[in-house]
């Protein structure tokens, strides 16, 4: 059964930091890409750090750019998400998700809540 588990999401204050875990298993073959998503309340989710599918390049969100970063483990099936200097926007539910395609099908994780708050 193909799953993809995020861990890490909580309560941090304003200008703090997070990182966020998500951990494949039950795939036949080892997806080589994780994007990450996620949905604020009364919005639709958006890209954070998703795979564009015409060339399979990493593109991070404009809000995200410089304080996100996405990184991997092969050794462990995980990949973070390092989150610095967290804004109360950043506030949603972020989901992972296999292979990550900004559009286009993906297996997607049940998400973690991360909430900015002070």
């Known amino acids: 059964q193909v799953q993809l588990v995020e861990s890490g999401g909580g309560l941090v204050q304003p200008g703090g930091s997070l990182r966020l875990s998500c951990t494949a298993s039950?795939?036949?073959?080892?997806?080589?890409?994780i994007g990450w998503f996620r949905q604020a309340p009364g919005k639709e989710r958006e890209g954070v750090s998703c795979?564009?599918?015409?060339?399979?390049?990493?593109i991070y969100a404009d809000s995200v750019k410089g304080r996100f970063t996405i990184s991997k483990d092969n050794t462990k099936r995980t990949t973070y998400l390092q989150m610095s200097r967290l804004k109360p926007e950043d506030t949603a539910v972020y989901y992972c998700?296999?292979?990550?395609?900004?559009?286009?099908?993906?297996?997607w994780g049940q998400g973690t809540q991360v909430t900015v708050s002070s």
């Open positions: 039950g795939f036949t073959l080892e997806p080589d890409t």
């Open positions: 998700a296999a292979p990550g395609y900004c559009s286009g099908y993906n297996y």
């Open positions: 795979i564009s599918p015409s060339d399979g390049s990493t």
